[in-house]
């Protein structure tokens, strides 16, 4: 039978020092919505870690889907849910109840800039009042790369794809904002990567 899990090599990376963010901010038995969650390892690795939290990752696309349910299979943890389809832009994402935080790993770049207000949206018709949303990846300050490699790899980005880039931190501060939430904590991460945590405003 062929294996559907996927791997990526910044998954192994950045997880630890993603746990080690959000160990401050998610309550012991907190319900946690994963938003683009890709290969799935994160997803797997984050209720590892945290067994009594329960986890529910999302993707729009059907082969992540089937990666994120491959690892599940694979690790055979009782507090990680089957993945949704669910695409920010969508006005339900038929999440049943509310959940404690909102996690957001490697997507603002990967998406057009409308999806960040869609996010944050959607964020603030699920979370519960004292909930989080948690985003990670590169980000400009002031319009300006952090470093060079961000540069670069915006290049890469527009390439792809013209309607993805690099965002900057005051653009999705202001979009944060429109949803009222604001920034609770800027955590500078390995790889010229922030992690930023959002609350209610």
């Known amino acids: ?7 990526s090599p910044s998954t192994a990376r950045n997880r630890e020092p993603i746990l080690n963010v ?16 890709g290969s799935g390892e994160h997803a ?9 939290i329960t986890w529910q990752p999302s ?10 349910a491959a690892w599940i299979a694979y690790e055979n943890l009782p ?23 909102v996690v957001v790993i490697n997507m603002i770049h990967y998406s057009p800039s409308e ?12 979370l519960r009042e004292d909930g989080i949303v948690f985003l990670y990846g590169p980000y400009k300050r002031d319009g300006k790369h952090t470093a060079p490699s961000n ?20 653009d999705v501060e202001r979009e944060a904002a429109r949803h009222k939430f604001a920034i609770r904590k800027i955590v500078e991460m390995p790889a010229n990567n922030l992690s930023l945590v959002f609350v209610r405003a």
Do not use: H
Request: net charge negative; glycine share 4%.
């Open 1 to 7: 039978m062929k294996d559907a899990r996927r791997f």
């Open 22 to 37: 959000l160990r401050d901010f998610l309550a012991e038995n907190a319900r946690v919505l994963e938003i683009a969650s």
């Open 44 to 52: 797997v690795y984050m209720a590892r870690a945290l067994p009594r």
């Open 59 to 68: 993707d729009p696309q059907s082969e992540a889907r089937e990666s994120i």
């Open 79 to 101: 507090n990680i849910a089957a993945p949704l389809a669910i695409d920010v832009r969508a006005k339900d994402w038929s999440v049943e109840g509310a959940v404690d935080a």
């Open 115 to 126: 999806s960040t207000a869609a996010l944050f949206e959607g964020a603030s018709r699920l």
């Open 151 to 170: 540069e670069v790899f915006e290049q890469w980005l527009k390439e792809r794809d013209p309607s993805f880039g690099v965002r900057d931190l005051g």
